[in-house]
């Protein structure tokens, strides 16, 4: 299976309670930082309801 790799590149600081704990659930902490997830419908499912947070790239 596909992998993708998420990394946080705005705060959560004014996120509702909800996305907060939607980007720690994908391995995210600090702006900056990135985790590699398997490409399954659960994972893009938290991935768009945080898409204004992230950025997402491919893996190979």
Do not use: W, Y
């Amino acid at each position: 299976m596909a992998k993708i790799k998420i990394r946080l590149v705005r705060s959560t600081i004014g996120a509702l309670p909800r996305q907060r704990s939607t980007v720690r659930s994908l391995g995210l902490r600090k702006i900056g930082s990135s985790a590699v997830q398997e490409d399954s419908p659960a994972i893009k499912g938290m991935v768009k309801a945080v898409s204004h947070l992230v950025s997402v790239e491919d893996v190979k």
